[in-house]
């Protein structure tokens, strides 16, 4: 991954919002979107949230807010963006640790992965799902988002974004594939973001649309298997 531009914590929202910006929306609104879409798929009370890859932290607090009860633990190799996101975000509640020490974190009952796979070597794809997978209790949940690379406007704004200009984008049939391989039982494939703010008035219509597979971003919905009685 590029750590070198991630360790720009003040510079990242800008940078990613000179992307995100041709579809008239901010940050803040594709967060939220992806959060109630999982919030609408996934069992409503986990006890522990990883963020896995979690950037300036954002995302963790909006899934603190989405999920009250739920402890958040926000996880990515910038040393900078940990920082940014301790000192915006940090509470009793919502933590932020360096992916180096995953190991030593209690389990998970949920992982929320946005924008992160398309930044990792597909070599080492698989392998970070498998240990991934270990970070979870049995029964435990996965919703990881990604751009879609059958999307014309996502892998135009991608191109407009500085540190995803060179990365290499995964389809949602490599995604399941990967996710089922590394142990997980895939349940689910949703497509979302349709339509820009200036169609806004019609995206009551975008449900309607969320098995094509022509969205922005997808995201693969996957459980961990539960023990046997």
Same mark, same amino acid.
């Given at each position: ?15 990613? /919002? ?7 929306? /901010?940050?803040?609104?594709? *967060?939220?979107?992806? *959060?109630?879409?999982?919030?609408? @798929?996934?069992?409503? !009370?986990?006890?522990? *949230? ?27 190799? !910038?040393?900078?963006?940990?920082? &940014?996101?301790?000192?915006?975000? %940090?509470? !009793? ?13 209690? +389990? ?9 796979? &398309? &930044? =990792?070597?597909?070599?080492?794809? @698989? ?8 970070? $979870?209790? +049995? %029964?435990? &949940?996965?919703?990881?988002?990604? /751009? /879609?690379?059958?999307? +014309? ?7 407009? *974004? ?16 990967? =996710? ?6 895939? #349940? %689910?494939?949703?497509? $979302? ?5 200036? $169609? ?12 094509? +597979?022509?969205?922005?971003? #997808?995201?693969?919905?996957? !459980? ?6």
């Amino acid at each position: 991954m590029p750590e070198q531009l991630f360790d720009r914590a003040a510079e990242y929202e800008a940078m990613l /919002n000179q992307g995100i910006g041709l579809s008239g929306e /901010n940050q803040e609104f594709f *967060i939220a979107g992806r *959060i109630q879409d999982m919030r609408s @798929q996934v069992p409503p !009370s986990p006890r522990r *949230i990883l963020d896995f890859g979690c950037g300036t932290g954002k995302s963790c607090s909006m899934l603190a807010q989405a999920f009250p009860t739920a402890q958040i633990v926000g996880v990515d190799l !910038s040393q900078q963006a940990l920082v &940014h996101a301790k000192t915006s975000f %940090g509470s !009793s509640r919502v933590l932020f640790e360096n992916i180096a020490d995953l190991a030593r974190l209690e +389990p998970f009952d949920l992982c929320y992965i946005n924008g992160v796979f &398309h &930044h =990792i070597r597909p070599s080492e794809r @698989q392998s970070t799902l498998v240990m991934i997978r270990e970070l $979870l209790t +049995p %029964g435990a &949940h996965l919703a990881l988002f990604e /751009n /879609n690379p059958w999307n +014309p406007g996502a892998r135009m704004v991608m191109r407009r *974004i500085p540190f995803d200009r060179d990365a290499v984008p995964l389809s949602y049939l490599e995604a399941r594939r990967r =996710i089922k391989a590394a142990g997980f039982q895939v #349940y %689910g494939t949703r497509f $979302l973001f349709y339509l820009p703010k200036a $169609l806004a008035a019609l995206r009551f219509i975008e449900p309607l649309f969320v098995n094509v +597979p022509l969205g922005a971003q #997808y995201c693969v919905l996957a !459980s961990v298997p539960a023990l046997s009685a």
